[in-house]
């Protein structure tokens, strides 16, 4: 067997710069140092006293959780491939040597965000950044709404019996609606994008059952409301505008391929929430 050699890992990480490393060019092109001061403000707590593991740093943090967002890995799943991959090593600026975080500390670190509530701050505050860069033209926009689904749980006989000491895990807030003949039971997504450079500029969550006209009042297209069709007019108009309406599909596209799926694994709208706003600010990036 060939002896390791001293630089064995700086020989691998080229090869994967070579081969086109996503992560490296994420890294190239987001200065993550901005999500520092908001995320160390809203975070640090007061010391209890000495001794204790340092925490982990939050932008480290932060960026795994993009990384679940992109790759689609529950907690248990990001601590091996970290572990694993010298790609995400390296994304995340850790060393064969670092210790990992483990599943139980990164889904300690999504709650203390949902507590916080402040995902849709560092959204906006990303795309203030593209608008100040020009990447966001504001040109033009285009409004649309998906569906993002949530794990059914069905009650039988057996599990009757045991339904009142388990309501904290039923989603309440999640809802059933129908779209083409097609059932979705979850919450929706509803984005303004960027006409230009297909970036989300703006975003709302709210269960499945919710209409898109209810949720967001300026509609690029206009649409048939319910039990009222669509006048000739308007279908020319949307036949004029489907190639730009397109464009807000290659945004869903990407979240369902790229980003291997639209869902939550979580329960409750604030949870739903903040997947969503980490899901639309992870596409951005």
Known sequence: MKQHGFFDENDRLKELSTLGDPLEKLNKYINW?????????????????????????????????????????????????IKDRLSFQRFLGLALCD????????????????KANILDTIFYRFVRQLEEQEIISCS???????FVDAQRKRNNK??????????????INARWA????????GYKD???????????????????????????????DEKGYRNRPLTKTQKANNTRKSKIRSR??????????????????????????ANIALMNLTYNF
Do not use: C
Request: charged share 30%; hydrophobic share 35%; glycine share 6%.
């Open 248 to 273: 807000v599909e290659h945004v869903f596209a990407t979240m369902t391929n790229t980003m291997r799926g639209i869902v939550v694994r979580s329960i409750g709208m604030a949870w739903a929430h």
């Open 158 to 171: 057996g599990k009757e019996k045991r339904k009142k000491h388990k309501k904290s895990q039923k989603d």
């Open 99 to 114: 210790t990992v975080p483990d599943a139980k500390t990164i889904w300690h670190f999504r709650e203390e965000l949902v």
């Open 140 to 146: 033009g926009s285009i409004v649309d709404a998906t």
């Open 178 to 185: 129908t779209k083409n003949k097609e059932w979705h039971y």
């Open 190 to 220: 509803h984005i303004k994008i960027d006409a230009e450079s297909k970036l989300i500029t703006k975003l709302s969550a709210t269960s499945a059952a919710v209409h898109d006209s209810q949720e967001l009042s300026k509609l690029v």
């Open 33 to 81: 140092d901005n999500f520092q001061g908001i995320l160390t403000k809203t975070l640090k707590k007061e010391a209890q006293g000495p001794g204790g593991r340092p925490p982990f740093d939050y932008v480290m943090m932060f960026k795994i959780l993009i990384l679940q967002k992109l790759y689609n890995v529950s907690d248990d799943q990001a601590e091996y491939q």
